[in-house]
């Protein structure tokens, strides 16, 4: 136990505590009936430690680590895709203190919003100025959402955006970390306040109804977020993706031939059923109109030449997070195939369909 304590930076204290609450229990024993760890026990501490420093509960450890749908192989998917999260967040935070101690050597004011906004969702900073060309409420997606809020009357919308699916018939209360975002709500919409999932500033069943819709992915603690909706509201209505199908990749053209780099923008992405899980919700099928008016990722999954529109992209976080050369080489060969028919011979029996399940999915609760 000693030697283990040392390779991994902990004290023998804390594997002595990892043993008596069960997180991690040495399985083997040396000739002198010391403790000893197997190359499992092995596995399963440097999981627990690596979610440790990213700085998760040690019950919420256990759940995960507890998992058996998953293996070492996904936890390391899982904490590479938390890491890459964080580092982004850290440079979008440098980037923002680096302006303000630019501000400041120059003498211009800072303002209160300014000085807060390092803590918000960068990302959405990025893409947001795009959100009002392309990003709206699509009608058929909206009527299957506002079905789930059931008769609740007050609404917590949360990752809110630019306002798109908040229903007009009740008392939405929005919450969005982008100062961007905030800034382009329409006039009249619901009132704002920068917040974010996994930290709710609200009581405990403050509102009927908590709704996320196409956001979970950017919160850096999935799981936390749904807690918190589950927390302040007797009902949660997300929608969000499917990663747990095998192939779920293959699903879309666009993923399958030309951006393979999506499954790693959502490698750190809990499964489905872990989210159902956690707030005890079941899931529900969305699918994707040929002519969603929303210019979410796969809305144009019948309208390909969409696809290669800078400003449509803009508004689509994915190219964003695969980076500029996935971006360009996808949209090269994407041209290439549109215009040689490669594109239309692939994905001939699209033609005909009205509708595609590309793995949005409501999950209700």
């Not at 299957?144 to 229903?167: F, H, K």
Request: aromatic residues 8%; negative net charge.
């Amino acid at each position: 136990m000693g030697r283990v304590a040392a390779l991994a930076g902990v004290s023998v204290r804390t594997l002595h505590h990892y043993d008596a609450i069960g997180l991690v229990r040495p399985s083997a024993r040396t000739p002198a009936g010391y403790r000893a760890y197997a190359a499992a026990d092995v596995e399963r501490l440097r999981e627990v430690l690596a979610y440790r420093r990213l700085g998760f509960g040690l019950r919420e450890i256990a759940e995960l680590v507890g998992d058996p749908s998953t293996d070492a192989v996904a936890h390391l998917i899982r904490l590479r895709g938390l890491l890459l999260e964080r580092r982004a967040r850290a440079d979008a935070m440098v980037a923002a203190i680096d302006g303000e101690l630019e501000a400041r050597a120059k003498g211009l004011k800072v303002t209160p919003e300014e000085q807060l906004e390092m803590l918000g969702a960068r990302l959405y900073d990025a893409i947001g100025g795009a959100y009002t060309a392309t990003r709206r409420t699509e009608p058929r997606i909206a009527a299957q959402i506002w079905d789930a809020l059931g008769d609740g009357r007050t609404v917590l919308n949360v990752g809110a955006g630019t306002g798109s699916y908040e229903p007009a018939d009740r008392e939405v209360t929005a919450v969005e970390p982008s100062a961007v975002m905030r800034e382009q709500r329409p006039a009249g919409s619901a009132p704002c306040v920068a917040g974010a999932a996994e930290s709710l500033p609200f009581e405990d069943r403050a509102f009927d109804v908590a709704m996320a819709v196409s956001t979970v992915h950017h919160w850096v603690d999935p799981i936390a977020g749904l807690r918190e909706m589950r927390r302040v509201a007797r009902r949660v209505v997300v929608l969000t993706f499917d990663t747990d199908e095998p192939g779920w990749q293959d699903r879309f053209w666009l993923t399958r031939d030309y951006l393979p780099e999506f499954a790693t923008v959502l490698a750190g992405f809990p499964s489905l059923a872990g989210m159902a899980g956690a707030i005890s919700a079941r899931v529900e099928a969305v699918p994707v109109p040929w002519d969603c008016a929303d210019g979410l990722f796969e809305a144009y999954w019948r309208r390909p030449e969409a696809y290669l529109e800078d400003h449509v992209r803009r508004a689509m976080s994915v190219w964003t997070r695969v980076g500029p050369e996935a971006e360009e080489r996808a949209v090269r060969s994407l041209g290439d195939d549109l215009d040689s028919g490669r594109w239309a011979e692939r994905n001939s029996g699209l033609a005909g369909l009205d509708a595609a399940d590309l793995g949005l999915r409501l999950l209700v609760a």
